[in-house]
């Protein structure tokens, strides 16, 4: 099977292999990485250098006699022309040692034998921090590295004086830069600059004859990766020294063979660019579709325009819902439409929400009396502007300071001298996810016993994070009473219960809601990629309040709806799964 038929005939496999990136961490966006593409240019490399990429030719001249020809120029440079100087022979390649056979006329040599190698000057004349000038004499760090170029993009340069005080690590344009510490295995060709100097977590590659553009294809393939995991010296930084680097074993073609592969590299490679965007390009129209019909579903203005939209949708279900992060799409709609009142018809029966608000206000009174706790600022009544939708019959519009007793946690670091003293595990915003707790990872901290209850944790409690990355601040969960006793720290807030029979689930859906996200998005202090709330501002955050038999109606069916949703998505991660295994198994039969 040719290339280009593994390619065209297994054509959904690769575009269909994706994986789902987290949606954890600083940065990460949940999107799709296109694994199976990914896949496809690393088997077509690793094709390229095992001579299974194009079709072996007579040859005019040998692998092995191409490597006589590199020693006698290498040797000839040396002695007439003096611009490099005379290397050791390096170590034959064993027979045990190739990692896979070679065709007839190519042979395995060490990198070292064909390339001339040099290091950064790493003596007294280096280049630091204070020696960088905004123009001059280029300066190539590993940032510079970039799809296997050189980038120029926010170049750094040194001066004349300073480069011409170097001793080594001088590039020119055709050399090839390759990163040995941080980050290990990068590599670029220099083109655009006549010349420049390196940092010394690079070296110079400078291959003897025309051979440059083979030795960065094998710089770019699966097998340099397996020399660096081989050599790596397996520090807390990733490192490489020049020695090893010269050890690598390389899998040398004829010369012109060399050049028919590299130009079927390049011709396969924009075939996967054109995939990679056609890919691209509808996973993003998919998207967009998802967005614009989940829109239309909040946006309905009654329960008649709802179920139209509702059935517009089921009809393209399989077709839409195709995604991890479609699945999760629909999640948050379902969510948005429960806390909206358009989930579950109303029932005019149910006891309005005010009635109940009486109850608690009545009770909140009691507390407050009882209470030897400092009473807190009282704050204004609700406008209208603040109402974050049309409330259905029944409902009412409270703030969670009214419906809660809202606390803080305690903050570490505390001076607690004199005080008797108790360790007790406590909750970080980590052990606080949406609607979920990880309780992987639980840490003790130290509190005076005489304020031990202060900070304690109850069943039914909601945990609020007061701060984290800006879409993160606010996320709710509720305490299951799984560890006890339990405390919580000052970034984690703590609302409880006025009464046992309200409905703890119906304040957790909604503050994980899109409309309390967007409160909290618009309120909390932010920073670089960081948002905090205040107690004040949680204590104000609006929460519509259903008749307590509607809230029990409507969680019962968000729990229902999420639970078919987590199955698609499960099936999807199946099939995602099985598709990865597939692309795994067409590599490996392809490259015996």
């Not at 496809?40 to 072996?56: D, N, S, T, Y």
């Not at 040692?97 to 040099?118: I, Y």
């Not at 396969?268 to 998207?287: F, G, K, V, Y």
């Not at 989940?294 to 059935?311: I, R, Y």
């Amino acid at each position: 099977m040719s290339a280009r038929e593994l390619i065209t005939e297994h054509l959904g496999l690769w575009t269909g292999a994706v994986t789902q990136k987290s949606t954890r961490g600083r940065g990460s966006n949940g999107k799709v990485e296109l694994t199976g593409i990914k896949k496809l240019r690393e088997l077509i490399l690793e094709l390229a250098i095992r001579g299974k990429l194009v079709e072996q030719a007579s040859v005019s001249e040998t692998a092995s006699e191409l490597l006589a020809r590199i020693g006698l120029e290498i040797t000839t440079r040396a002695k007439e022309q003096k611009k490099i100087k005379k290397q050791k022979k390096m170590l034959q390649v064993d027979k045990n040692d190739e990692p896979f056979p070679l065709p007839e006329n190519w042979s395995w040599t060490r990198l070292g034998d064909v390339c001339e190698l040099e290091n950064g000057d790493r003596g007294k004349n280096y280049p630091n921090k204070s020696s960088l000038v905004e123009s001059g004499v280029p300066f190539v760090n590993a940032g510079h590295l970039h799809g296997h170029e050189v980038i120029q993009d926010e170049m750094t340069f040194i001066t004349e004086e300073r480069f011409n005080l170097l001793r080594s690590g001088k590039f020119q344009e055709g050399d090839i830069l390759f990163c040995l510490r941080g980050s290990l295995g990068k590599a670029g060709i220099v083109r655009g600059m006549q010349r420049g100097a390196i940092a010394s977590s690079l070296i110079i590659v400078r291959p003897i004859l025309d051979i440059t553009e083979y030795v960065m294809l094998y710089l770019k393939a699966p097998l340099s990766s397996v020399m660096v995991g081989m050599y790596d010296n397996g520090t807390a930084q990733p490192n490489l020294s020049g020695k090893d680097f010269k050890s690598f074993l390389v899998p040398l073609p004829p010369l012109k063979e060399q050049h028919r592969i590299v130009q079927k590299v390049d011709e396969l490679m924009a075939l996967c660019d054109r995939l990679e965007q056609q890919t691209s390009d509808q996973l993003e129209a998919h998207e967009t579709l998802v967005d614009t019909l989940l829109g239309t579903l909040t946006q309905s203005q009654d329960a008649t325009e709802l179920v139209d939209n509702w059935a517009r949708l089921a009809t393209h279900f399989d077709t839409l819902f195709t995604t991890e992060q479609s699945i999760e799409k629909l999640k948050q709609t379902i969510l948005q439409l429960a806390v909206m009142g358009r989930l579950v018809e109303q029932d005019d029966s149910d006891e309005p929400a005010s009635e109940f608000i009486k109850m608690l206000e009545i009770k909140k009174q009691e507390l407050s009396r009882e209470s030897k706790q400092r009473k807190t600022k009282p704050l204004p009544p609700i406008e209208e502007s603040e109402e974050p939708f049309r409330l259905p019959p029944g409902w009412f519009l409270s703030r969670l300071d009214d419906i809660t007793d809202i606390q803080g946690g305690i903050a570490k670091g505390k001076k607690l001298s004199g005080k008797k003293m108790r360790s007790l595990p406590y909750l970080r915003v980590a052990n606080v996810q949406r609607a979920s707790l990880d309780l992987s990872i639980i840490k003790d901290i130290e509190i005076a016993e005489n304020e031990i209850e202060r900070y304690l944790v109850h069943p039914r409690d909601l945990l609020i994070t007061e701060g984290g990355d800006w879409d993160k601040v606010g996320r709710t969960a509720i305490w299951d009473g799984s560890i006890n006793p339990m405390a919580h720290q000052n970034h984690v807030f703590r609302a409880r219960l006025i009464l046992d029979e309200q409905n703890e689930r119906w304040i957790e859906r909604y503050l994980n809601s899109q409309f309390a996200r967007d409160y909290f998005a618009s309120s909390s202090k932010q920073t670089t990629n960081l948002a905090s709330i205040n107690k004040t501002q949680l204590r104000s955050c609006t929460i519509p309040l259903p008749p307590l038999e509607e809230q029990a109606r409507i969680v019962q069916k968000v729990d229902e709806l999420m639970a078919l949703c987590d199955q698609l998505k499960e099936r999807l991660s199946q099939a995602s799964e099985i598709r990865n295994q597939l692309a795994e198994v067409v590599v490996k039969k392809s490259l015996l």
